[in-house]
């Protein structure tokens, strides 16, 4: 114990001192019942020479060097007959000064250790300075301030398994005496007090430092609140888990269950049920730090396998909680085996498998583990009742969280509504939902989302000849398929087979040959049947020798588990347009969060064989800004700019792809505003009336089409054509590519020509523009 009566700041001076309870000894002592007044007399007379007694301590030695007359003092307050049950001592109020003991209070204190530092839990220094002072507005102003949360005391016990005790405090024999540095407080200073918790400063300003003496004691009184505190808590960490690391997340539930279970190495496992795969999945994914024992290192499971067949029939089927007490002897029982010997794999000697049920809906298994059989067991297992209902909730949220998360997942992915135009889903939404709100039988018929007068954009990068490269692929694949199963079968030695052998080597060597010729559309299905059912048969019965067999297994490795045939040629094709497509919308997509600056517009885009995307700006896609055409004409130039960008990309990455391959770049200039309508059964936007399904067939038809008197495509690799039908569409782009070869992203010369009639359009036009590369650049430098 310190030696000097040293504390926080505080508007207090502390004195230790017993005059209360001395004036009450002096009472008794004049009263006249003999055993008390002896008694009374012969402590009086132990402290007369101690007038600190009454005066107040300031020195803790004086209270080391008296242990035992306070102890008699204090005998009234501390019975004998109750010291191994009852925690108190004597403390000065929300100061960490406690002494006199109870032997129950010292036992906790010895098994805690004397590294431990009793301090209250979250009772840092302003908040112990304003609940003095509401102390001295109670006791000395008359106030019935009710001015703290419950306070506790977080104690370790000898195995380390943390308690929580509550504080319960007795000021009946403190007296609060006001000193010359006191302030006088009106009715109004303590109005604005009350009105101001937070603000420390003007609590000071009131109650300045050391302004109030504190004399006398308390005797602070401790419950044992773990299991009550451990499961407040556990609440409180569910509710912010979002919030939370996963680190720090699952070491402080480890230590809520072992200080509600008091088992020190309690262990707490989750996993989430599946009820429409029937499987077992974890939680998150990033929650590496709260394991799932059920499924140890998988990610997921399927229940149906046979170490979880116990599991399934007990907790999922039936609902109830699956109790092992001892591993070792419930794996010892028939059906029980694989579980067990899965569970002390994990060095798990007893568990709690509980299903946590909302609605009888199954949402997972809350999973409790130790190292030492029957820690857990059917009587401590009643504990999970003041649990469970926590964790329905979370697994809950989890759920619906998870469901929100794969909706927006497959909005943003499969059937995005763009973010420009989603205020007039979201107000026909709320309208929907105003309408129908109590009144579930009233029928509601969904308005139409229409914006009129809008302008289109439509542009495309395209992978020159990607028909042609698949075919390729798919024949050099075959080719090689065919060729290794032609020397897999002349080396086969089969006699009794010889004849079959030789027709089956006569059928591939056609099908090699049909192989030079164009390949048919179905060609590639009835290779791949025929091999399969007339092949693959005779081969894997084969008796044949070592090297064979060797050139077999061989073979085997090389087929695609999902096609069944070669796949080495075609994928290298697949792997490059894959990168291909998704480097250059990566591009588009971060280039139009920039665009979206220049006025608020409708974007989708597409990966085919390629990007396409479409844009619609106009004053009805963002009706409270005010609309100009220079914003169209902003967002014209942006595109072209974004496309030379994308063709530079693609040049830069090409030596690196795995499938040499050559883009073409595409505008559709259109000049007149349109109508677009989204159509509920496709869930998509589409042009709207027959006048503006013209645009529609110039898009689908153009990127085939040729020069007018040529078989020259109008797009060619390298270089950017624009197509438009008027006189100032072709002198607004022949500004922009001005601007653009003034920059030197655009080359010099261009190419101006007529396009062939299409089907039902003609008039068209078009303007061809090489991309500067930074080789050729850097060249011409």
Same mark, same amino acid.
């Given at each position: 114990?310190?030696?000097?009566?040293?504390?926080?700041?505080?508007?207090?001076?502390?004195?230790?001192? $017993?005059?209360?309870?001395?004036?009450?000894?002096?009472?008794?002592?004049?009263?006249?019942?003999?055993?008390?007044?002896?008694?009374?007399?012969?402590?009086?007379?132990?402290?007369?020479?101690?007038?600190?007694? %009454?005066?107040?301590?300031?020195?803790?030695?004086?209270?080391?060097?008296?242990?035992?007359?306070?102890?008699?003092?204090?005998?009234?307050?501390?019975?004998?007959?109750?010291?191994?049950?009852?925690?108190?001592?004597?403390?000065?109020?929300?100061?960490?000064?406690?002494?006199?003991?109870?032997?129950?209070?010292?036992?906790?204190?010895?098994?805690?250790?004397?590294?431990?530092?009793?301090?209250?839990?979250?009772?840092?220094?302003?908040?112990?300075?304003?609940?003095?002072?509401?102390?001295?507005?109670?006791?000395?102003?008359?106030?019935?301030?009710?001015?703290?949360?419950?306070?506790?005391?977080?104690?370790?016990?000898?195995?380390?398994?943390?308690?929580?005790?509550?504080?319960?405090?007795?000021?009946?024999?403190?007296?609060?005496?006001?000193?010359?540095?006191? +302030?006088?407080?009106?009715?109004?200073?303590?109005?604005?007090?009350?009105?101001?918790?937070?603000?420390?400063?003007?609590?000071?300003?009131?109650?300045?430092?050391?302004?109030?003496?504190?004399?006398?004691?308390?005797?602070?009184?401790?419950?044992?609140?773990?299991?009550?505190?451990?499961?407040?808590?556990?609440?409180?960490?569910?509710?912010?888990?979002?919030?939370?690391? !996963?680190?720090?997340?699952?070491?402080?539930?480890?230590?809520? $269950?072992?200080?509600?279970?008091?088992?020190?190495?309690?262990?707490?496992?989750?996993?989430?049920?599946?009820?429409?795969?029937? @499987?077992?999945?974890?939680?998150?994914? !990033?929650?590496?730090?709260?394991?799932?024992?059920?499924?140890?290192?998988?990610?997921?499971?399927?229940?149906?396998?046979?170490?979880?067949?116990?599991?399934? !029939?007990?907790?999922?089927?039936?609902?109830?909680?699956?109790?092992?007490?001892?591993?070792?002897?419930?794996?010892?029982?028939?059906?029980?085996?694989?579980?067990?010997?899965?569970?002390?794999? *994990?060095?798990?000697?007893?568990?709690?498998?509980?299903?946590?049920?909302?609605?009888?809906?199954?949402?997972?298994?809350?999973?409790?583990?130790?190292?030492?059989?029957?820690?857990?067991?059917?009587?401590?297992?009643?504990?999970?009742?003041?649990?469970?209902?926590?964790?329905?909730?979370?697994?809950?949220?989890? %759920?619906?969280?998870?469901?929100?998360?794969?909706?927006?997942?497959? *909005?943003?992915?499969?059937?995005?509504?763009?973010?420009?135009?989603?205020?007039?889903?979201? %107000?026909?939404?709320?309208?929907?939902?105003?309408?129908?709100?109590?009144?579930?039988?009233?029928?509601?018929?969904?308005?139409?989302?229409?914006?009129?007068?809008?302008?289109?954009?439509?542009?495309?990068?395209?992978?020159?000849?990607?028909?042609?490269?698949?075919?390729?692929?798919?024949?050099?694949?075959?080719?090689?398929?065919?060729?290794?199963?032609?020397?897999?079968?002349?080396?086969?030695?089969? *006699?009794?087979?010889?004849?079959?052998?030789?027709?089956?080597?006569?059928?591939?060597?056609?099908?090699?040959?049909?192989?030079?010729? #164009?390949?048919? &559309?179905?060609?590639?299905?009835?290779?791949?049947?025929?091999?399969?059912?007339?092949?693959?048969?005779?081969?894997?019965?084969?008796?044949?020798?070592?090297?064979?067999?060797?050139?077999?297994?061989?073979?085997?490795?090389?087929?695609?588990?999902?096609?069944?045939?070669?796949?080495?040629?075609?994928? @290298?094709?697949?792997?490059?347009?894959?990168?291909?497509?998704?480097?250059?919308?990566?591009?588009?997509?971060?280039? *139009?969060?920039? &665009?979206?600056?220049?006025?608020?517009?409708?974007?989708?885009?597409?990966?085919?064989?390629?990007?396409?995307?479409?844009?619609?700006?106009?004053?009805?896609?963002? #009706?409270?800004?005010? $609309?100009?055409?220079?914003?169209?004409?902003?967002?014209?130039?942006?595109?072209?700019?974004?496309?030379?960008?994308?063709?530079?990309?693609?040049?830069?990455?090409?030596?690196?792809?795995?499938?040499?391959?050559?883009?073409?770049?595409?505008?559709? +200039?259109?000049?007149? #505003?349109?109508?677009?309508?989204?159509?509920?059964?496709?869930?998509?936007?589409?042009?709207?009336?027959?006048?503006?399904?013209?645009?529609?067939?110039?898009?689908?038809?153009?990127?085939?089409?040729?020069?007018?008197?040529?078989?020259?495509?109008?797009?060619?690799?390298?270089?950017?054509?624009?197509?438009?039908?008027?006189?100032?569409?072709?002198?607004?782009?022949?500004?922009?590519?001005?601007?653009?070869?003034?920059?030197?992203?655009?080359?010099?010369?261009?190419?101006?020509?007529?396009?062939?009639?299409?089907?039902?359009?003609?008039?068209?036009?078009?303007?061809? +523009?090489?991309?500067?590369?930074?080789?050729?650049?850097?060249?011409?430098?």
């Amino acid at each position: 114990m310190e030696t000097r009566l040293e504390q926080a700041e505080s508007p207090f001076i502390a004195q230790i001192s $017993f005059h209360k309870l001395i004036e009450t000894l002096e009472d008794i002592a004049t009263s006249g019942v003999d055993y008390r007044v002896n008694y009374a007399k012969a402590l009086l007379r132990e402290v007369e020479n101690l007038p600190e007694f %009454r005066t107040g301590i300031v020195d803790l030695s004086i209270i080391n060097a008296h242990e035992g007359l306070i102890r008699n003092l204090l005998a009234d307050l501390f019975p004998t007959a109750l010291t191994h049950n009852e925690i108190k001592a004597v403390a000065i109020p929300f100061h960490n000064i406690t002494f006199n003991y109870t032997q129950r209070f010292r036992n906790i204190l010895n098994d805690a250790g004397v590294a431990f530092d009793m301090n209250i839990r979250d009772f840092e220094d302003q908040r112990f300075y304003i609940m003095s002072c509401c102390l001295i507005l109670n006791a000395h102003y008359r106030q019935n301030i009710e001015f703290n949360n419950p306070l506790f005391y977080d104690i370790p016990d000898s195995k380390g398994v943390m308690k929580h005790y509550r504080i319960l405090y007795n000021a009946d024999f403190i007296e609060i005496i006001p000193t010359e540095k006191a +302030v006088p407080l009106t009715e109004k200073d303590i109005d604005t007090l009350i009105d101001n918790f937070d603000d420390f400063e003007l609590w000071k300003e009131k109650f300045p430092l050391k302004s109030w003496i504190l004399k006398g004691f308390g005797i602070v009184q401790l419950f044992d609140a773990t299991t009550e505190s451990s499961v407040s808590t556990l609440k409180t960490n569910l509710l912010k888990a979002t919030d939370t690391k !996963d680190e720090e997340l699952a070491e402080d539930f480890q230590s809520i $269950f072992r200080s509600i279970f008091r088992i020190p190495d309690l262990k707490i496992g989750l996993t989430v049920y599946d009820p429409e795969d029937k @499987k077992f999945v974890r939680p998150n994914v !990033d929650a590496k730090n709260l394991h799932s024992f059920i499924l140890n290192e998988d990610e997921e499971a399927q229940c149906s396998e046979k170490r979880y067949s116990c599991l399934f !029939d007990n907790v999922i089927k039936q609902q109830k909680v699956l109790i092992i007490s001892d591993v070792d002897r419930f794996a010892s029982k028939k059906g029980n085996e694989a579980l067990g010997n899965h569970l002390k794999s *994990q060095n798990i000697q007893s568990c709690i498998l509980a299903p946590v049920v909302k609605d009888e809906e199954m949402l997972g298994v809350f999973e409790l583990a130790s190292g030492k059989p029957k820690a857990l067991n059917s009587i401590n297992a009643n504990k999970l009742e003041l649990i469970i209902p926590f964790l329905i909730d979370t697994l809950s949220r989890y %759920r619906l969280d998870l469901q929100n998360q794969i909706e927006a997942v497959i *909005q943003k992915e499969y059937t995005a509504i763009h973010s420009s135009v989603y205020w007039k889903f979201r %107000r026909e939404a709320q309208k929907y939902i105003r309408t129908t709100t109590g009144n579930q039988s009233k029928d509601y018929i969904f308005k139409e989302i229409v914006f009129k007068d809008v302008y289109p954009l439509y542009g495309q990068i395209d992978i020159k000849g990607s028909s042609e490269h698949r075919n390729e692929s798919v024949v050099q694949d075959l080719k090689i398929q065919l060729k290794t199963l032609v020397t897999i079968i002349e080396n086969m030695k089969s *006699q009794a087979n010889l004849i079959i052998l030789e027709q089956r080597k006569f059928e591939l060597l056609s099908y090699l040959k049909q192989l030079e010729s #164009p390949l048919k &559309a179905d060609t590639e299905q009835i290779i791949q049947r025929y091999v399969e059912l007339e092949i693959h048969p005779v081969i894997n019965g084969a008796n044949d020798n070592e090297e064979n067999k060797a050139a077999i297994e061989k073979y085997f490795k090389k087929i695609d588990e999902k096609t069944g045939m070669f796949y080495h040629a075609r994928k @290298k094709f697949d792997n490059a347009l894959s990168k291909v497509n998704k480097r250059l919308a990566s591009i588009l997509d971060e280039k *139009q969060l920039e &665009a979206q600056q220049i006025f608020p517009h409708y974007y989708e885009r597409f990966k085919t064989d390629g990007v396409e995307h479409n844009l619609y700006i106009g004053s009805a896609i963002a #009706p409270e800004k005010p $609309f100009d055409k220079i914003y169209l004409n902003n967002l014209r130039l942006w595109q072209l700019q974004t496309l030379c960008e994308m063709e530079l990309e693609h040049h830069e990455m090409k030596e690196s792809l795995p499938y040499s391959l050559d883009v073409t770049s595409l505008i559709l +200039v259109f000049s007149s #505003p349109i109508s677009i309508r989204f159509r509920m059964d496709e869930k998509r936007f589409d042009v709207d009336g027959t006048y503006n399904a013209r645009y529609e067939v110039v898009k689908k038809r153009i990127d085939k089409a040729f020069i007018k008197g040529t078989k020259e495509r109008i797009t060619e690799k390298e270089k950017i054509t624009i197509i438009y039908s008027h006189s100032h569409e072709e002198k607004e782009y022949m500004d922009y590519i001005k601007y653009l070869q003034f920059k030197e992203i655009l080359e010099p010369t261009v190419e101006q020509f007529e396009v062939e009639e299409l089907q039902g359009v003609s008039g068209l036009k078009g303007i061809r +523009v090489k991309v500067v590369h930074q080789d050729i650049k850097q060249e011409l430098t």
